[in-house]
């Protein structure tokens, strides 16, 4: 899935490894041809706030208490793919809901916690076909085999995230900037105990 023209480095993402997300750590799904309302009913059943608007989720969200503690799954889309965003969670990385969301269709996540914990994922038609840690890129271990798209990328403790944001981008054709990432306040929403 090549987009035209060259394809996107690590250097367009520059930007990713200061995002103030990196923080609370995030978990970024594109899925092709879904819209915002059906990944949400795929990544979470039977949320307890339904879809709703973002800041009435992000209230729901900052009044839930530990240890159940609760955040957001906020939907939008760029062209033909819906993008999700969860702050602090990582629904979209659960095989069965990777295996969902997937299902007739292709769907890319991007993974990083506090602990800088992380994973690239790619499914396709409810199969997870390449799953690799960006940051611990040299184990042989991952799952599947490297994807043309991986070519070049510096992977590894310099360049972690703007490669596998720049692959997804190579996958997608879609171009993930900050401020679309930031400026979530229309999009779709749904509030969840991640645990």
């Known amino acids: 899935m090549r987009v035209d023209g060259p394809w996107p480095t ?17 978990c970024v799904a594109l899925v092709r041809g879904r819209t915002p309302a059906d990944v949400l009913s795929r990544l979470v059943s039977d949320p307890p706030t339904g879809i709703v608007s973002v800041e009435e989720a992000r ?27 969860e702050l602090n969670g990582y629904r979209a990385t659960l095989e069965p809901v990777l295996r969902s969301i997937s299902e007739d ?24 076909v390449r799953w690799f840690d960006p940051l611990l890129y040299e184990n042989p271990s991952w799952a599947g085999e490297p994807l043309p798209e991986e070519r070049d990328l510096p992977f590894g403790v310099e360049h972690a995230l703007s490669s596998a944001f720049a692959c997804a981008e190579r996958l997608s054709g879609v171009r993930l900037t900050q401020a679309l990432l930031e400026d979530r306040t229309d999009w779709l929403t749904i509030g969840h105990h991640p645990m």
């Open 59 to 85: 209230r729901w969200a900052e009044a839930q208490t530990l240890p159940d503690y609760g955040t957001t799954i906020e939907a939008g889309t760029v062209g033909d793919w819906a993008v999700a965003v």
């Open 10 to 26: 690590e250097a367009d993402y520059a930007w990713i490894e200061n995002w103030e997300a990196r923080e609370l750590g995030f």
């Open 105 to 128: 269709t292709v769907a890319i996540v991007v993974f990083c916690n506090v602990n800088a914990v992380m994973s690239f994922q790619w499914a396709v038609n409810g199969a997870v």
